[in-house]
């Protein structure tokens, strides 16, 4: 049997949905430090620098988390102001969205 009508409510679900095992799976990868990286640089360098580069990494990581924290507070506010609804179940938007910034405080944390 063909279907020749799309399914608004999987493809929604499927959509929301994928955002919070991305951010939780990032979160978890930074953890474990599980992200792929590239050794060419630090492979070559002593312990005692591998540690100061790890120190920037983190940092960097930790500000960039922090500016994406900061404007997915901004987004999931201006959906709250504006009561916007997902399209096939009526949930407020605002609900998916805040998985940004919940998956950004772990990726911090």
Known sequence: MY???PFPLTEELVCAMFVLPSTMGGALASKENGHYTLDLI???MKPKMKKVFLL???A???LAA???LWTGIGMVQSQMKIGSLSIALKIPNWVY???VPLGLVFIIF
């Open 97 to 99: 969205g805040s998985f």
């Open 66 to 68: 922090g500016i994406l």
């Open 42 to 44: 630090t492979g070559m």
């Open 56 to 58: 920037i990494d983190t």
């Open 3 to 5: 279907f020749t009508f």
């Open 60 to 62: 960097l990581t930790c």
